[in-house]
């Protein structure tokens, strides 16, 4: 079976008023990977597991927010296929072209009834850093932040700040190996 239509949501580009203090949150604590600052001051995060090179960027703004939501789409022709849609029903539809933002194509933009901006996109560039797809490693570095991490690569992951919480340990496995 052919997949088409929308695949996923792919990325989201978010106000920040101090972006050093976003960057402080998105990196050291949620655990996000900077994977470029660009010279219009965008900064473009991406998670560890992720093959995509990034599904957040951020905007430094007087005012915080969202800027627009992007969805991945199969193809190119269903960029197409969604423009001709869209304009069909009434809504004004913008291209934005292969490069706006880095590795990422041509894309669609457009505003929904609750005024919030949506775009669809069908390429954008792999991660350089993206997860790792054969046994056994399940990251290339241990992530860098402080909240859950890996116990098991069966999926058990360990909130360490959540007091009472099951721990590697308790099941008998040393998280250390």
Do not use: C
Not at 46 to 54: L, M, P, V
Not at 71 to 89: C, G, N, P, Q
Not at 90 to 107: D, F, H, N
């Amino acid at each position: 079976m052919a997949l088409k239509g929308v695949l996923r949501p792919g990325y989201i580009q978010i106000r920040v008023t101090d972006l050093d203090v976003a960057l402080t949150h998105y990196v050291d604590r949620v655990g996000l990977h900077e994977v470029s600052r660009e010279a219009d001051g965008r900064v473009y995060l991406r998670a560890w597991d992720e093959f995509d090179r990034h599904s957040v960027a951020l905007r430094q703004a007087a005012m915080p927010g969202m800027d627009y939501t992007g969805f991945k789409v199969a193809s190119d022709s269903d960029l197409d296929t969604f423009a001709r849609r869209i304009k069909e029903h009434g809504t004004q539809v913008e291209e934005v072209a292969a490069g706006e933002q880095p590795g990422l194509g041509r894309r669609l933009s457009f505003m929904v009834s609750t005024g919030h901006r949506i775009e669809l996109f069908s390429e954008m560039a792999l991660s350089d850093h993206g997860p790792m797809t054969r046994n056994p490693e399940i990251w290339r570095e241990e992530p860098h932040h402080d909240g859950a991490k890996s116990a098991l690569p069966n999926g058990l992951f360990v909130e360490r700040s959540i007091p009472n919480s099951l721990t590697a340990e308790d099941l008998g496995v040393d998280a250390h190996d």
